[in-house]
């Protein structure tokens, strides 16, 4: 699977930013995707999940009702919705797949087989 991460970019604090991750190469509706972020200097870090069908989704406390992760598997495309953006959120963003995640590790990078190359988000206070 290959990833394609797009939809960065600058915004002011509290502007809204929606970052896609699309596929290529095998259907994503097979796999369980996440998006992490890496901040200068800063080890990446969790942001969201989604199950494959969709049904199930998981945050980072820190970005829990602002951000909303989706999926439209017709299109091959995950989404990262993000809203009232703080330049906290600042980093580089970046999806991942699996197809045999479980559960258990999906908060795990170490456990996601396929990464996108990143979409740097920076907000500017």
């Known amino acids: 699977v290959q990833l394609q991460a797009c939809g960065g970019g600058l915004v002011q604090a509290g502007g809204s930013l929606r970052l896609s991750c699309t596929a290529s190469?095998?259907?994503?509706?097979?796999?369980?995707v996440g998006w992490f972020r890496q901040a200068p200097g800063k080890e990446r870090e969790f942001v969201a999940v989604?199950?494959?069908?969709?049904?199930?989704?998981s945050y980072a406390d820190s970005v829990k009702g602002r951000f909303t992760i989706s999926r439209d598997n017709a299109k091959n495309t995950v989404y990262l919705q993000m809203t009232s953006l703080e330049p906290e959120d600042t980093a580089v963003y970046y999806c991942?797949?699996?197809?045999?995640?479980?559960?258990?590790?999906?908060?795990?990078?170490?456990?996601?087989?396929?990464w996108g190359q990143g979409t740097l988000v920076t907000v500017s206070s």
């Open positions: 991942a797949a699996d197809t045999r995640i479980i559960l258990s590790s999906w908060r795990r990078d170490s456990e996601y087989d396929y």
């Open positions: 190469g095998r259907p994503v509706s097979r796999a369980t």
């Open positions: 989604i199950s494959r069908s969709g049904g199930s989704t």
